[in-house]
């Protein structure tokens, strides 16, 4: 081997006096690798449509980046949640006035942290893998203890997953505002509201919220029940966070094709 000529990492005075960087033989890049491509791309695509102001609403559907409308400059959405608090918002995408929740909750999310730390800042980039970083201070500090707010994005993601059921209740009508109708992308939306309340009921805070600070569950039964239910969810979150982004920018994509004219929304009944 070499003679390590850094203090850095696995060559830090006191650790074990091995020359390898470290001695793992999987492919263990590949899952930091594969989740900073893909993150990537649905942040590209994400501010693409954030900023794109327009096609986000077709009836009897809105996206899911849109809503609910807190501008005056949002297209009428016939009956769609808005509250226009926020004036025309100088005619900017109304998405950027909401989009700040999701995005806060999914930022502070226990398992995307641990997905960014390791895909964009290797830090570190796999178990058993030193991080090229000269010091360590974890999330004590600014900004990285700025994390803690994650559970009121949890609140704040409960209003949002809230909002977007209502929606999907909207989306049960035809193009003409008649109930009890539904097509493709009622199906999308309904695939897509359970993935948003699977995943944010799977969230580690709801688990603590809901089970966590009791000495004894015999006297808390219905909170025992509840926390078992999570717990199932819980144990599922980086699944449920993936396919809920996933389906989030399908049923946006969804809208953009029908509202851009690209397709026509096929109808069941
Ligand atoms: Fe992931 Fe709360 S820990 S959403």
Redesign the pocket.
Known sequence: GTTPSSDRGVFTPGRAAITARHLRTDKWWLSPLVSAIALTIFVVYATWRAFANGDYYSAPYVSPLYSPCLASNCTDMNGGADWHIFGSWWGLSPALLVLVFPLG??LT????RKAYYRGFWLSPPACAVAEPHATYSGETRFPLILQNV?RYF?YLALVVAAILTYDVVLAFRDRDGNWGHAGLGTLVFVVNIALIWA??LS????RHIIGGKLRHFSAHPVRYRLWGWVGVLNGR?MLL?WSSLVSVGLADLYVYLVASGAFDDPRFF
């Open positions: 909750f999914r999310c226990y398992y995307y994650h949890f995943y944010t969230c580690h805070s709801c979150h966070a």
